[in-house]
């Protein structure tokens, strides 16, 4: 079993960062892929961004390249979801996920989950 807990959500103003963790426990940290998905109201639960175990391969959804970037430190069991230049668009509720070893980019794919963290950008 592997737990996640995200933090770093809230309301900020559009064109406004955030940075996003996910502190994992459990199992071996290293031994998993990470992912980070979103889910707004009436909508269903979409691919974000994604990195692999050792750092090496990392996805981006095309809504947010260029302006999120996700990142991980083995050492501290942690991934990080840095947010620039955000719009309302990217108004949701954000979940980190891991599955074992490779990316993924569909949900059906991940085996762990937080519970949420929510972000709310105003116009």
């Known amino acids: 079993q592997v737990q996640l807990v995200e933090s770093g959500g809230g309301l900020v103003q559009g064109g406004d960062s955030l940075r996003l963790s996910c502190a994992a426990s459990?199992?071996?940290?290293?031994?998993?892929?990470m992912g980070w998905f979103r889910q707004a109201p009436g909508k269903e639960r979409e691919f974000v961004a994604a990195?692999?175990?050792?750092?090496?391969?990392?996805r981006y959804e095309d809504s947010v390249k260029g302006r999120f970037t996700i990142s991980r430190d083995n050492a501290k069991n942690t991934v990080y979801l840095q947010m620039n230049s955000l719009k309302p668009e990217d108004t949701a509720i954000y979940y980190c996920?891991?599955?074992?070893?490779?990316?993924?980019?569909?949900?059906?794919?991940?085996?762990?989950w937080g519970q949420g963290t929510q972000v709310t950008v105003s116009s």
């Open positions: 996920a891991a599955r074992v070893f490779n990316v993924a980019q569909s949900k059906n794919e991940y085996h762990y």
């Open positions: 459990g199992r071996t940290f290293s031994n998993y892929a």
């Open positions: 990195i692999s175990w050792n750092g090496y391969v990392i």
